[in-house]
C-alpha cells in the first residue's frame, strides 16, 4: 500500500518531468525560431514583432530558471533585482531613482540585441572558446589526469616538512591549471590529500582549509585561468597568450603565499614529510605522468606559435588521446571516448547558464545606465585615489562572487568597476586581472566559501571555522592584487627591471608575512617578532622603493631578534613592568 508522502512525491516528480518537458519544447522552439529567418530577425532592430518579444521573455525565464538549478539564487536575484530596478526606476532611492525603462525595451536589449544580454559577449566567448575547451577537460578527467599529478606531486613534496599539505599544493596547482573549477579540484585532489595531511598531524580544518587555497587558486593559473582569460582577452582585445603571461607572476606569488604558510605551520607542528617508502622517485613519476603532461606542453606550445584557441584545444585533445593509447592503464574505450564528450557537455551546460545570466545583467546595466552610474560613484567616492577605488572594488568583488563561479564573479564585476579603474589611470590589463583576483578569493572569503566548505565535509571539520582559516592562509593573497594593480610591471605591462625588482620583493614579502601570521620562523616567534614580520612584509609587497626599504629593514631586525633571542630593550621592559608581563609580551619562554 502506497502511503500519502510516497503519493505527494510521486505527483511532485511527475510534474517536475512535465514541466522539465515543457522547458525543452520551448527552448527548441526559440532556436528554431531564430534560425528559420535569422537574417530577418537580426535586422529587425528598433522594429520588433510581437513574435520577437514573446521568444525574447521566454528566452529570459528560460536561462534564469537554468541558472537556478545550476548555481542556485544568488545570481537570479541579482538579475531580478535588477529588472525590478528598470521598471520601477521612478520609485528608487539615491543614485538607482531614474527613468522606467519599459518592458519591450528591456527584453530587446536583454535578448533581442545581439551586441548585449544573453546574446552578448559572454556568449560569444562560450561559444567560440569555452565548450572544446570543456571537451578537454573531460578527457582529462576520464584519461585520470588527478591521480597522475598526485603521483608527481608527491614526488616532488612529500618528503619535506608538512609533505602531505605541499602535495595538496602542488596537486591542486597541476590540476587547476586545466579544470578551472575550484569545486572539482577540491573533489579531485582533496579525496586523496585531505586525509594525508590529517594523518600527518595537521588538524582537519587546516587541511580542509589549505585544499580550498590551493583548488581555488589553481583558476588563476594559466593556460586555461579558470575560463576567465578567454573572457578577458576578448574584451580588452588582445591575445589570449598575452593574458596567460600576464598572469605568471601573480599565480606565482599567489602558491609561494599558501606554500609558506604550509611550510611555516608544518614546523610550528613539527611535522614531518612522508616516509621514504611512500614517496614515488621524481624519475619514476615523470615516467608515469608524462602522457598528462604532455597535452598541456602542446597547448603552451601552440598558444606561444599563434594559433587560434579552437586549432590549440583540438591538437592537446589528439596529443592527450593518442599518449593514452600507449599504456593499458590509461587506453581510453569507446565508452570512455563517450564519456569524455559527456563531461564537457555538463559542463557546457551549468557554465553556459550562469554566461547567460550574466548576460542579462550586463543588459540590464547597459539599458538603464546603471553601470555608468556605478564607475562613477566609485570614481567620486575615491575621490581620484586609486587604491581607495581598488579597496571598493576588491570589497565589490568579494560580496558579488560569493556563491558564483569565477567567470561568473569576474565578468559582473568587469564590465562595471573594471572601465572605472581604467579611467583613474590603472594599466587595463592589471584592473581586469585585478577583478578576477578577487572574484576567485571569494572562494575561500567567509561567509559564503563553497570550496572551503566541500573540503570541510571532506576533512570532517567544522566548515566556518575552515573558511575562516583558509582565509587566514591566503592573507597574502588578499595584498597581492594591489600589487601588481599599482604595479603593472608585475603583469608585465612595465620595463623589465621594476618586474624583477617588484617580484623579488613581494616574494620576500609574502614569506615574511607568511612567517608573522603563523607564528614561526626559525623558531616560535614572539609577538614583537610577528609584528614586525607581518609589517615587514606589507611594505615589501607594495610596489613602492621605499616602503620596501622599510619592510626589509623590519625583517632584517625581526631575524636578528630570532637568531640572539630578545632585544636589549626586554631588560627595561622587566625592570619597568616585571617579568610576567614581559613574558605576555615577547614570549613564554625565557629566552638568554
Known sequence: MVSVGEEVLARQAQLALHLDAVCVVLSIGIAIYVMVDFDQFIMRTGLRTTGDYVIGVIAIVLTLELTRRSIGWALVGFALALFVI?????????????PNVGWKQLVEIVYLEPSYGILGLPAGVMTNFLIVV????GFLTVSGAGKYFITLASSLAGRFSGGPAKVAVVASTLMGTLSGSALANVGTTGAVTIPLMKKTGYSPQFAGAVEACASSGGQIVPPIMGMVAFLIADILGVNYFEVCLAALIPALLYYAAVFVMVHFEAKRLGLTGLPREQVPSVKAAFAESWPMLLPIAALFYFLMRGYSIQLCVMWAILILFVTTLFRKSTRMKPTSLLYAFEEGGRSSVAIGAVVGCVGIIIGTFYVSGLGIQLADLIVMGAGGRLWLALVYTGIASLILGMGLPTPAAYITVAI????ALTKMGANPMAAHLFVFYFAMLSSITPPVAVPAYAAAGIADANPTTTAFTASRIGVASYIVPFSFALAPALVLQGPASETVLYTVSALVGVFLLAAGVVGFLMRPATWMERLLLIAGGICLIVPH???????????????????RGAPPIRLALVRAFGREKNNKWWGEEERP
Open 545 to 563: 622603493i621605499p616602503s620596501d626599504i622599510i619592510g626589509a629593514a623590519m625583517g632584517a631586525v625581526a631575524i636578528v631578534f630570532q637568531k
Open 86 to 98: 528598470n521598471l520601477f526606476a521612478e520609485y528608487m532611492p539615491g543614485f538607482l531613482f531614474g
Open 416 to 419: 562595471i568597476v573594471a572601465p
Open 134 to 137: 570543456f571537451v578537454f577537460v
